[in-house]
Each structure stands twice: as C-alpha cells, then as structure tokens.
C-alpha cells in the first residue's frame, strides 16, 4: 500500500494574501488494472488539525484526473492512501488568477515526522495534536463504551452507544469507530476526536462483527441472526449492499492490499471470501478436517 503526503505546507500570507487559493492535485494511473486512491486535507487552526477535504478517487488504465480543492489557510497538507505504487501525483499551488504559483512534493509519508518544536514557532504558537492511540472496550452488559489512552494507559472517558456492543472497528484514516450492536440491530459511529456518537446506522439482525478498508472507506458488519454482512460507505453512513454469506457469520477480517473480505461461519465451519470492489462472493473455504476444498477462489 502506498502513503504520500505533502507534509506541511505553509500558507502564510505575503502582502495580505495567501501564497495560493487553491490546491490542484493531478493523479494519473499508469497500472494496468483499475486502482483507487484516497485524498485526504487537513488544515491547522491553531492547536487543532481539521480535516476538510475527504475524496475517494478510482481511475481505470491511463487515466488522468485533475481536481482543485480551497487552500486558503495558514497551514495544510493532503495525504494520499493507495493499494497501487503505479499512481503519479503532483500538487501545485495557484493564485486567485488560476496561476500556479508553487509546486509541492509528494513523498512517502514516514518521511515527514511531527515536528511540533519547529511548527509551534513557524506557525504563531499552534501545535499538531500527536497520535491519538486510543483503546475502545466493549461491555455488552452496560452498554458502556470504555476510552483507553494507549499513551498513559489510563481511561480517558465512557460513552453509550447502542444495546449489547459486540465488534468494534476503527478506521485509522478518517478517524471513525464502528461499533456493532448485538440487541439493538444498529451500529454506531463514534468520531473519534471528540468520543461522541454522531450516527446509528441500521443493518441486520443481531450484528457481530466488524471490518474496516481504510483505502476504499467500506465497512464490513456480520450480521448473525440473519446470516448476511452489511456494507456500509463510510463517507455517507448508508448500507449500500447486503451480501449472503453461509450460516451465523461472526468475524470479520479484511485485507485493503487486495480488497478481499473474510467471513467466518460458526455454524457452517467455513469461511466466505467476499471481493470488495463488487461486493460478491469470490468463493468459500471450507474448513472441515477432512476436507480442504478451496471452492470458486
């Protein structure tokens, strides 16, 4: 999987006007398959990193896409997530006028630690927030979230969010919290910056299990009572697909490097296999002792 990041980029203005106005990010696909790429802005006002710009771009072969995006602030940055290495970025700056002004680097994002020492005294006092490294335990006879900060190991907080919590998944990218609610037929999406619920999705009866694609933003809930998983769109919080998988699905286990979904089936002992780019039943693997047998993979 590939990450890039501009890193910081600073905005400041020059005569009263920000060096650029708008952001253009040019991608281009030179992979012979059919990729996605996931743009994600960010933006500082003061001791707070926003996020405002969230994108799921998909590009066949050879294609070029060019989209422009509001930069009027002191300090930004995008990021880049991709399953595919063959996707060529460039991000220029432009002026009121159209006119590019600047043009910034895209590179791997491990080469751009968090300097908070060096932006707190080129951005007039204001911080980058450090990783949030959060715990999130589930009491299924309280209904009570429990928030672990995994720097200090200390509870930072509870919430309630639905009846019987069970799964729980977390997409490190948008910084969401799915959790599954075994009584209450829902899931719940906890915004995991300000540890509140700020949606329930409806899925199917009795849901178990829960799996995140931080690439493509999909979510995956087994639903046990009704022997099907629920695929939810992270961007809108609608199920835009139920697929039927075998009898009394549990886990759930998802690979982003090839967009593959595992389903564990207590009752069935076996495994379905689901594609996540069309959302069907690649195949089964059955798990029987005696049996081996990869069906349809």
């Known amino acids: 999987m590939a990450s890039l990041t501009t890193g910081l980029i600073e905005n400041i203005r020059a005569t009263g006007v920000h060096l650029c106005s708008t952001l253009s990010v040019t991608v281009e696909n030179k992979d012979l398959i059919t990729n996605t790429i996931r743009v994600n802005g960010y933006y500082w006002d003061r001791a707070t990193k926003k996020e405002y710009v969230l994108d799921l771009l998909t590009l066949a072969p050879g294609e070029v896409v060019v989209h422009n995006y509001f930069a009027q602030f002191e300090a930004l940055e995008f990021s880049f997530i991709s399953s595919s290495d063959s996707l060529e970025i460039t991000v220029w700056g432009k002026n009121d006028a159209g006119k590019s002004t600047m043009n910034y680097s ?19 006092n204001s911080t980058l927030p450090s990783a949030l490294n959060r715990i999130y335990l589930l009491d299924s006879r309280s209904n009570k979230i429990s928030v672990i900060d995994g720097h200090t190991n200390t509870l930072v907080g509870n ?32 915004d995991g910056s300000s540890n509140e619920v700020i949606a329930h999705i409806t899925v199917g009866s009795n849901p178990m299990g829960v799996g995140v694609n931080p690439t493509t933003n999909r979510i995956y809930v087994t639903n046990w009572a009704s022997h099907s998983v629920s695929v939810i769109d992270g961007f809108t919080h609608i199920v835009i697909g139920t697929i039927r998988v075998s009898s009394y699905p549990e886990g759930v286990n998802v690979n982003s490097t090839t967009n593959l979904v595992y389903i564990t089936n207590h009752a069935s002992n076996n495994v379905s296999v689901i594609d996540g780019s069309n959302n069907t039943i690649r195949g089964t693997i059955e798990l029987n002792e005696n049996n081996n047998d990869e069906r349809s993979l």
Not at 106 to 124: N, W
Not at 161 to 177: E, H
């Open 159 to 190: 919430l309630i969010a639905g009846s019987g919590p069970f799964g729980v998944g977390v997409n490190p990218v948008t910084n969401r919290i799915y959790v599954a609610n075994f009584a209450s037929n829902n899931v719940s999406v906890i």
């Open 106 to 124: 895209v590179l791997p994002a491990q080469l751009f630690p968090i300097d908070k020492e060096r932006i707190t005294m080129e951005m007039q």
